[in-house]
């Protein structure tokens, strides 16, 4: 999977992102429940935009330095794999 973060192109290692889909995926199943018990559709909605927003805003403070650090550990783990 690439993602584009801060006009950087970063290639997320493929196993990484398929646990992180599946740790997402409970959370927000869980979630979603948890609100349906409430009998609030709005706080489920509520939680997916303010989840949106704070990692968004998260990810946008990575700087080039960080972001680039990310990249130099996903290409040695990729060198490893071959």
Same mark, same amino acid.
Do not use: P, W
């Given at each position: 999977?690439?993602?584009?973060?801060?006009?950087?192109?970063?290639?997320?290692? #493929?196993? !990484?992102?398929?646990?992180?889909?599946? $740790?997402?995926? =409970?959370? +927000?199943?869980? @979630?979603?429940? #948890?609100? !349906?018990?409430?009998?609030?559709?709005? $706080?489920?909605? =509520?939680? +997916?935009?303010? @989840?949106?927003?704070?990692?968004?805003?998260?990810?946008?403070?990575?700087?080039?330095?960080?972001?680039?650090?990310?990249?130099?550990?996903?290409?040695?783990?990729?060198?490893?794999?071959?």
């Amino acid at each position: 999977m690439i993602v584009q973060i801060n006009q950087k192109d970063v290639q997320l290692n #493929n196993k !990484e992102v398929k646990l992180a889909r599946e $740790m997402i995926t =409970t959370f +927000l199943k869980n @979630a979603k429940e #948890n609100c !349906e018990k409430l009998g609030s559709f709005s $706080m489920y909605f =509520t939680l +997916l935009v303010v @989840a949106h927003t704070v990692t968004g805003n998260l990810i946008n403070t990575y700087d080039e330095k960080k972001i680039q650090l990310i990249m130099d550990k996903l290409c040695k783990a990729s060198e490893k794999k071959d």
